[in-house]
């Protein structure tokens, strides 16, 4: 059934909205069951939604199963490894679990449509009910004192044998004249003075009512009157208690027959990148030269969510920050990829024409798919790897008269700076190769001296 927990923090005296969640609980570490759904779902349509989510890799299920009948019930594995809590939450942040109800209020005021809060409708309605029980309370006021003067007239006319003076008269108007007659000692105890209508009414009394007329149960049923009266006037004097009073009634009688089924919560705001699963597999294929989640390739394996973006880092080291593609072409010279962090450190070696250079930087902050470049023009890129190596292996190209062939270097001794940062020079030598591994031909016989940073 509709229900679930509703926050109405931005409700906004109904110009705002109110979020409202499904009620989940865990069944057991990877299970989780839906026991109450959002006001304008369905069960289909959740299920729909979440099967949605999976395929587009906003959350990972490993089978759902629906098994409502009389109430709501709908049962969610979670695949290995992934906690019920968070699949929660990530069923919460990408499904309609929770949905935002918005709220605007549109209505018909003085034959034009006008948008109002929730307080000026109420008070509209307010007004509106208040005149409505005020126009009751006076018809019915109008009734009681009908019939307290109707019932005085037949008890005038009977008690005082009235109906005898009307038995010598030949005409209609004589028989009137007479009833008018014999009133006018009584006027006092009259509501108003006779009307046409009262006199045909008395002359409608059969001799049956005559004789069998009992002064006590009259007094009774005028005493009953007087105080039904006695109530509405009250009434009328205190309409806006008299509304309260209505209203509570109408609670009382209703009330359990409609009972609310949304409670009212505060909901934490779930973060949907947190609760993301990864569920993009981001690869490189050198050969073809495609990068992306739908690309099968063996290089900068990166596990993402379908919020993170890519890092893309050449050779000539030019890089830019992309949204995660399906399949991008980038050529062969993609030298690094991964999702961006701003503040991780990263150490460079680049070489120039001249000489090679080692740096320790962060990239800080990008503008999404604009080209940027974190060395000097006419360079490229040796060596890239985020973190600080303890030490890097450098093996130099063969030269005459070169008496130094490898050296070793500690890139800790280098200060971090920005990603524009030239760097120390590392050697005016041709490097061969260099990594944070010895590499291959390394010769691990001979001292290798430490280079130097200048």
């Known amino acids: 059934m509709s229900g679930g927990l509703m926050d109405a923090r931005d409700y906004r005296d109904g110009a705002g ?37 999976s395929r587009k890799g906003k959350i990972k299920i490993k089978s759902i199963n629906d098994f409502t009948a009389e109430s709501v019930e709908i049962e969610i594995k979670a695949p290995g490894g992934v906690a019920a809590g968070k699949l929660i939450d990530a069923l919460y942040a990408f499904t309609d679990c929770e949905v935002t109800i918005s709220s ?10 006008v948008e109002m809060t929730v307080s000026e409708v109420l008070r509209e309605n307010t007004a509106q009910l208040l005149r409505t029980l005020k126009l009751e309370l006076e018809l019915e006021e109008k009734k009681q004192l009908q019939e307290m003067h109707v019932r005085t007239l037949v008890r005038i006319f009977v008690e005082n044998r009235l109906y005898k003076k009307i038995e010598t008269c030949r005409t209609g108007e004589s028989v009137q004249e007479a009833i008018v007659e014999g009133f006018r000692p009584f006027r006092k105890e009259l509501l108003r003075d006779l009307t046409p209508e009262d006199l045909q009414m008395l002359l409608d009394v059969r001799i049956r009512r005559i004789s ?61 990148r947190e609760v993301a699963f990864k569920a993009f597999r981001v690869a490189y294929d050198r050969e073809a030269g495609y990068v992306g989640h739908k690309v099968s390739g063996e290089e900068f394996k990166t596990e993402c969510t379908k919020f993170d973006k890519l890092l893309i880092v050449f050779k000539d080291g030019h890089y830019k920050v992309i949204d995660l593609p399906e399949k991008l072409f980038v050529g062969p010279d993609l030298y690094y990829c991964a999702v961006p962090d701003r503040d991780r450190i990263y150490t460079m070696v680049y070489t120039d024409r001249d000489a090679t250079y080692i740096k320790r930087f962060t990239f800080g902050g990008s503008i ?66 260099i990594g944070s591994k010895p590499p291959r031909g390394w010769d691990t016989e001979t001292p290798t001296p430490k280079l130097q940073f200048i």
Do not use: W
């Open 368 to 433: 999404l798919n604009k080209e940027y470049f974190c060395v000097p023009p006419k360079s490229r890129i040796l060596f890239l790897e985020p973190g600080t190596p303890e030490q890097l292996y450098i093996k130099y190209k063969p030269a005459p008269h070169q008496k130094i062939h490898q050296q070793v270097c500690s890139p800790s001794e280098i200060d971090v700076k920005g990603v524009k940062t030239l760097g120390r020079q590392l050697t005016i030598k041709d490097v061969g190769s």
């Open 212 to 272: 069998l007329f009992d002064i006590n149960k009259h007094r009774e049923e005028m005493e009953k009157v007087k105080a039904d009266l006695t109530e509405t006037q009250k009434n009328l004097k205190n309409l806006t208690r008299y509304a309260i009073s209505h209203l509570q009634g109408l609670l009382e009688k209703y009330g359990p027959m409609y009972p609310r089924l949304t409670r009212s919560s505060r909901h934490d705001e779930i973060d949907a």
């Open 17 to 53: 909205s109110v979020r409202v969640r499904a009620k989940i609980k865990e069944k057991d570490e990877s299970t989780v069951l839906i026991k109450e759904i959002p006001p304008g779902t369905t069960t289909e349509s959740l299920t729909a939604s979440i099967e949605d989510a």
């Open 104 to 113: 605007r209020i549109v209505v018909i005021r003085d034959n034009r449509p």
